[in-house]
């Protein structure tokens, strides 16, 4: 995997690196997005233009939010990889420890 979302992005879903990412790798689940570890290029772009900087690159991903590493790959166990997100658009394969969370703002 290359690049991770992580907490900050739950409920959120911004879009912004959506807009940025050149290979279309970015999929929205229903509370977050997920960049998908094969189709990513590791190149960076959608990293600073996320507003609750909720993307890191896997290495650095705090430890607080660790388990979102395996999280975002989780997402893709059912999905596989489509070859684009935009093919997709919006599913409800959110992994179980994400649906599992408290909704922001309640």
């Not at 650095?60 to 070859?83: I, R």
Request: one cysteine or more.
């Amino acid at each position: 995997m290359t690049y991770v979302i992580a907490e900050p992005c739950v409920d959120v879903k911004d879009k912004a690196c959506i807009e940025e990412c050149p290979v279309d790798c970015i999929y929205e689940g229903a509370r977050m997005l997920y960049i998908h570890p094969d189709e990513c290029v590791d190149c960076g772009a959608c990293e600073p233009v996320c507003p609750v900087e909720a993307i890191y690159y896997e290495d650095d991903v705090p430890d607080q939010w660790s388990s979102y590493t395996q999280s975002n790959a989780d997402f893709f166990n059912e999905l596989g990889s489509p070859g684009g997100a935009s093919k997709v658009g919006q599913t409800d394969n959110d992994p179980q420890a994400i649906k599992d969370l408290e909704p922001k703002g309640e």
